[in-house]
């Protein structure tokens, strides 16, 4: 074998370790590539995720705030409600006081008896209200 054979192997040998070497540093290249492309994409569907999810969670809280709205509207008629009750049993509590007096003042011809009934119909239907 003579050195002028030799030659075209070793070219053939430079060659493929060129192209092993060339194969390598693509790939090195393309593998980060890849996987920032990847990255990227994953990023992208979490970061659609998320935004759909605050969203929902933005409809949640503007729905909670217009329920609590309401809910407090409607607690303040109910309290309304509750003390126009409270004053109407009031008044009906003074007269029906008044007019049980005046029943037992009338029915007793004793001046001094029908004082001490009054007052004492008078007690027993003060406070009924408050039990």
């Known amino acids: 074998m003579s050195l002028t054979d030799l030659i075209p192997g070793i ?3 430079k060659l493929v370790g060129l192209g092993l070497v060339a194969a390598l540093w693509i790939g090195s290249v393309a593998y980060p590539y890849y996987e920032w492309k990847h990255t990227v994409s994953v990023d992208a569907a979490q970061h659609a995720k998320d935004a759909a999810a605050l969203d929902a969670a933005q409809q949640q809280i503007a729905s909670d705030k217009a329920a609590f709205t309401q809910a407090e509207a409607l607690g303040a008629a109910q309290a309304a409600s509750i003390q126009a009750g409270v004053a109407q049993a009031q008044t009906i509590r003074v007269v029906t006081t008044q007019k ?3 029943v037992m003042a009338a029915s007793t011809p004793d001046v001094e008896t029908a004082r001490q009934l009054a007052v004492s119909t008078a007690q027993q ?3 009924w209200d408050k039990q």
């Open 125 to 127: 239907f003060s406070g």
């Open 11 to 13: 070219a053939q040998a």
């Open 100 to 102: 049980a007096a005046a």
